[in-house]
Nanobody, 115 residues
Framework: QVQLVESGGGLVQPGGSLRLSCAAS????????MGWYRQAPGKQRELVAA???????NYADSVKGRFTISRDNAKNTVYLQMNSLKPEDTAVYYC?????????WGQGTQVTVSS
């Protein structure tokens, strides 16, 4: 079992920045990859960014050049640095961990980009 706790969401103006954190606990040795997904009202959940245990990263086209995923292995934490935020980035952001073919999810954190 893997437990994920997210933090760092909030309200920000267009062009602003936020950093999301996701702390993992439990069977962290089994984690193959971690990522961030988001779901806006009326839309399907979509992948935003992911990072493998080997450090490879992957980003949605809509966030390339603006968002950066990183990890601190000592703290078992993954971060999502979000810069140049746009109103269309507004969504609930979920942390995900893939461990031994199982998906684990955090509770979600709201990000609202509005003036």
């Amino acid at each position: 079992q893997v437990q994920l706790v997210e933090s760092g969401g909030g309200l920000v103006q267009p062009g602003g920045s936020l950093r999301l954190s996701c702390a993992a606990s439990g069977s962290i040795f089994s984690i193959n990859a971690m990522g961030w997904y988001r779901q806006a009202p009326g839309k399907q959940r979509e992948l935003v960014a992911a990072i493998t245990s080997g450090g490879s990263t992957n980003y949605a086209d809509s966030v390339k050049g603006r968002f950066t995923i990183s990890r601190d292995n000592a703290k078992n934490t993954v971060y999502l640095q979000m810069n140049s935020l746009k109103p269309e980035d507004t969504a609930v952001y979920y942390c995900n961990a893939l461990a031994l073919a199982y998906d684990y999810w955090g509770q979600g954190t709201q990000v609202t980009v509005s003036s």
